[in-house]
């Protein structure tokens, strides 16, 4: 009889670490992702508003940029080891979304090239699917945030 008010005791202790490392995983994989969404936030902006002066070469810089800080931030995410099944559905959801985002920082820099030779048609498509993969990248980063906030 006396072991199993310290046997109880025992367990709920390992409960409780076990549930704070779970919990500091997906803390660190929230933090990575805030992070480097932050960053592809600026990067964004930067593309635009280049692409709003219509300055085609710091618009094809700004998304050169754009794609290597996504890379960056793909790398950052699948360094995370979330110990949860809803962080390792975030952490998917993350690596599809700044591939997704690299994908864009592509189309957008070969639109900026395009402008520059001229070719509007050309520019106008790549600037659209860009901003189609921009698009399906920030709804699969915000249900990967869903997931572990």
Do not use: C, E
Request: glycine share 6%.
């Amino acid at each position: 009889m006396h072991r199993s008010p310290l046997l109880l005791a025992a367990m709920i202790a390992l409960a409780l670490a076990v549930s704070a490392g779970a919990t500091a995983s997906n803390s660190t994989l929230q933090t990575t992702l805030n992070t480097w969404s932050k960053k592809i936030g600026a990067d964004a902006r930067s593309v635009a508003l280049a692409a709003r002066q219509r300055h085609p070469r710091q618009m094809t810089t700004d998304a050169k940029l754009f794609h290597a800080d996504a890379q960056r931030g793909r790398l950052a995410i699948s360094r995370q080891k979330p110990s949860t099944a809803a962080g390792r559905r975030a952490r998917l959801l993350a690596l599809t979304a700044f591939t997704d985002y690299a994908l864009a920082g592509t189309k957008w820099a070969a639109s900026g090239q395009a402008r520059l030779n001229h070719h509007r048609a050309a520019s106008i498509a790549y600037a659209n699917a860009g901003a189609a993969y921009a698009h399906a990248a920030d709804t699969r980063l915000i249900t990967a945030s869903r997931l572990l906030g």
